[in-house]
């Protein structure tokens, strides 16, 4: 079973469930949710928001509340993951592996290892965030060597909000996103209905759209030892690696 730390109930994790059962693989897939440490988030606060909802204590308390024992278990929140480096992220993965005893990952570091997998050097970044939260995961992407060529902002709103988007919107922004020069068009965004869509985005920008919820998946059943595949699901699970 996959385990999933996930920040907002009702959101996107019907994107996870769905995505996963079109993998050979049929991996069982498991949420808890992390508890925001305030009410409300709104533009000022965000940043203080998302590093208090990504301590790493936080994360293992809500990590025991899984009703059966994961295999592996996920940070699936983009930016909570990225925001401070990557240093900080393997920080919230270790802590969750020392407590569980499992191999962890977080959204973010699971966009590396699918970069490298893919040898990306180069990539566009479809981005919903605030442009300074865009800069941040261009930063966490540069500590690993991988240059962003082109970045789009929507500047949205909050994760439910986002959950609503329709296919259209999301079509809109990975085209905004195209670039000659990169090798692949990244989407970090955990509560955006992308499963249904992988193909045809791919087949739109011409080159590997990677979004978060498809990376997630895949570093938890590499760290596993069980590379999934399924038709139609992007290049990252177009053949078992």
């Known amino acids: 079973m996959i385990g999933l730390l996930y920040p907002t109930r009702d959101c996107a994790e019907d994107d996870f469930t769905a995505l996963a059962g079109c993998l050979d693989a ?12 305030r009410r409300t ?4 606060n965000v940043q203080t928001a998302v590093r208090e909802l990504s301590e790493p204590d936080r994360l293992v308390r809500t990590a025991a509340t899984f009703t059966t024992s994961p295999r592996v278990v996920s940070w ?5 993951s990225f ?4 240093a900080v992220a393997k920080t919230q993965t ?3 592996t020392d407590a569980l005893g499992v191999p962890a990952s977080s959204t973010s570091l699971a966009f590396l290892a699918a970069a490298r997998q893919l040898g990306l050097e180069r990539v566009a970044l479809a981005s919903v965030y605030a442009p300074d939260i ?5 930063a966490f992407l540069a500590e690993e060597d ?3 060529v082109h970045a789009v902002s929507a500047d949205a709103g909050s994760d439910r909000d986002l959950a609503a988007w329709d296919s259209d919107r999301i079509r809109g922004l990975v085209d905004s996103a195209a670039s000659s020069d990169a090798q692949a068009v990244l989407v970090p965004e955990t509560a955006l209905h992308t499963a249904p869509l992988l193909a045809e985005l791919e087949n739109r920008a011409g080159k590997p759209v990677l979004t978060a919820t498809q990376v997630t998946l895949w570093h938890c059943l590499t760290l596993l030892g069980r590379p999934a595949a399924g038709p139609g699901l992007g290049t990252l699970f177009a053949h078992p690696h």
């Open 26 to 37: 049929r991996p069982g897939v498991e949420f808890a949710y992390v508890p925001w440490a």
């Open 146 to 148: 991988i240059a962003t």
């Open 83 to 86: 925001l401070d480096g990557v």
């Open 134 to 138: 865009t800069d941040a995961f261009a």
């Open 41 to 44: 988030v709104d533009r000022e």
């Open 76 to 80: 699936a929140c983009s930016s909570c």
């Open 94 to 96: 270790d802590a969750l």
